[in-house]
């Protein structure tokens, strides 16, 4: 049994001191962020963007990892406990949190069971009324399995609810602290659908986290007021946060250097030479928990063509594989911040398997397998290009030119495609892409975040960008999930990585190490193992 009130858990403070221009308030944190969200629903999105402007905001979960961590810690639930054969989890709730109080929204009781329930019912229950009223999929919830695994939610009294699970799933407490898991409130879910405004839920959103949702103007800003009624008062420091929507690198370091914005975006390579000299700004670093990587759509046929896909065939994945010069674009895309990735997670994953290597560089060995494979030479593959930022990708459109100039040395020509980040990703998970630079920062600790999430069945409408569905894989890594056995996890998810190795349905291509710049009056701001951008806990000096 966990329980919350053995843990102390020291927030440090600080962000803030003068307000940037244009902004007035000496209590507003400006962040100059990279993109515009696609919505504010975190159950239906996968994206850092996304889950920066929503869940790290204005929601909470039941259980939650300590800033700058990935140790679990309690949230909505102050503690938790499992029945003796790992299926069912008790989770008891913390009482007198608050739900917003907006403009939109008057809430006339406090967090409950309930709340739980409606979250959990909506992902899991096509027939759910909310679901019915506003149709929408929840790809993170179902590339994990959960809407398969969990049989059923009960609860027990307002402040306990039970989950049954129809297998263990020996990550789900480190689950339920997942962005996706965040916690609505079912009281607004009836105003909505009493309203006939369903789909408010995300461009309105209530939650019960440290800040409140104010206002959106896409590609410009979000605005949030600090939560005065946050039942952790310590972790709400702002009277204000304003997410200054600025795709430009270029940009956001001018502003950041011009005090416009205190925090920014993780910088491009080429910008931290300049950052060291700023006796202005202070530059957090740390090792990323993340990976950058090139998935190949191995369909068949490429949705929206009629033409036989080329990446169907696993020696013409091995050929493009072997024809790329990683180290060459390690050293021009990360400019020093990154290793060459092996494996589809990073090597400080437990379970990483250190015994697997890359294919040789080899230009005359891809040539033969393209004429094995029966590929002419000019033929063409569309390889798409990330439109923004990623912390395991700081350039995507400069590593996609590197891999054209690569690829056409073995007679393949490669057209890059790229769209705007929400576009990107849609497209993506509907089976258009060709070849597609993407990558993963790890949410949650657990080796099947990398290889279930980006890798299994389940994920093929979700972040399986490579469309791999491979029976025996797939039985391997649900074994390791459902198994207590730590040095059977262990066994299970390195025969896993050997399986994709042997695939090659994805090239990994760097782990990136993370930068984040923050003016010097900016104290107690921690960078996020999982690459996300969080403010709670974040004060004035």
């Known amino acids: 049994m966990f329980k919350s009130n053995t843990i102390a858990v020291l927030i440090s403070a600080g962000i803030l001191a003068c307000a940037p221009v244009g902004y007035a308030a000496t209590s507003t944190l400006v962040y100059c962020s990279e993109g515009s969200p696609a919505g504010f629903d975190p159950g239906q999105y996968t994206t850092g963007t996304d889950f920066d402007a929503s869940a790290e905001t204005i929601f909470n979960r039941l259980t939650q990892f300590e800033r700058g961590g990935t140790t679990l810690i309690p949230g909505l639930a102050t503690s938790w406990e499992t029945s003796d054969d790992v299926r069912t989890y008790t989770f008891h709730l913390r009482q007198g949190v608050k739900f917003h109080t907006t403009a939109y929204f008057k809430p006339t009781r406090d967090f409950n069971a309930d709340d739980v329930l409606f979250t959990f019912n909506r992902m899991m229950d096509k027939s759910n009324a909310f679901r019915k009223a506003y149709p929408t999929e929840f790809p993170y919830f179902t590339d994990m399995g959960l809407n398969e695994n969990i049989t059923g939610i009960e609860k027990l009294d307002d402040h306990t609810v039970q989950f049954h699970l129809k297998s263990v799933d020996a990550a789900f407490a480190q689950d339920m602290a997942m962005s996706f898991a965040s916690i609505q409130s079912a009281q607004y879910a009836q105003q909505l659908l009493a309203q006939g405004k369903p789909s408010d839920i995300n461009q309105k959103p209530i939650g019960t986290g440290p800040f409140v949702f104010a206002s959106y103007q896409k590609d410009s800003n979000i605005r949030f007021t600090g939560n005065k009624r946050y039942w952790k008062p310590e972790d709400v420091r702002l009277d204000n946060l304003i997410f200054a929507i600025t795709p430009n690198p270029s940009v956001r370091l001018q502003k950041l250097v011009k005090n416009e914005c205190q925090v920014t975006y993780y910088p491009r390579p080429a910008d931290l030479a300049a950052l060291r000299t700023d006796k202005e700004v202070t530059l957090l670093s740390q090792p990323g928990f993340n990976v950058g990587y090139l998935a190949y759509n191995v369909s068949d046929k490429i949705k929206g063509s009629d033409q036989p896909n080329p990446m169907s065939q696993v020696k013409v994945r091995q050929a493009l594989d072997m024809a790329i010069q990683k180290q060459s674009i390690i050293e021009a895309v990360y400019q020093g911040a990154g290793q060459a990735a092996v494996n589809p ?197």
């Open 345 to 541: 997670m990073p090597p400080t994953q437990w379970s990483y398997d250190t015994s697997i290597k890359d294919a040789p560089y080899d230009i005359e060995k891809a040539k033969r397998l393209l004429q094995e494979a029966g590929v002419k030479e000019d033929t063409e593959i569309s390889l798409w290009a990330m439109p923004v930022q990623r912390p395991y990708n700081p350039n995507a459109r400069l590593m996609a030119e590197m891999i054209q100039a690569d690829w056409a040395r073995i007679g393949i020509k490669a057209k890059i495609v790229s769209y705007e980040w929400g576009e990107y990703n849609r497209r993506a998970k509907d089976g258009e892409n060709g070849a597609i630079l993407i990558g993963w920062s790890g949410d949650n600790g657990d080796p099947d975040n990398w290889l279930g999430t980006l890798f299994g069945c389940d994920a093929l409408s979700g972040n399986n960008y490579a469309k791999w569905c491979d029976k025996t894989y797939d039985g391997v890594i649900k074994q390791a999930k459902s198994t207590a056995d730590h040095d059977k996890r262990v066994e299970l998810y390195q025969q896993a990585q050997r399986l994709i190795k042997d695939a090659v349905p994805i090239t990994p291509i760097a782990h990136s190490t993370v930068f984040q710049p923050v003016r010097n009056n900016v104290d107690g701001y921690r960078i996020s193992p999982s690459g996300y951008s969080s403010f709670y806990g974040v004060g004035l000096k």
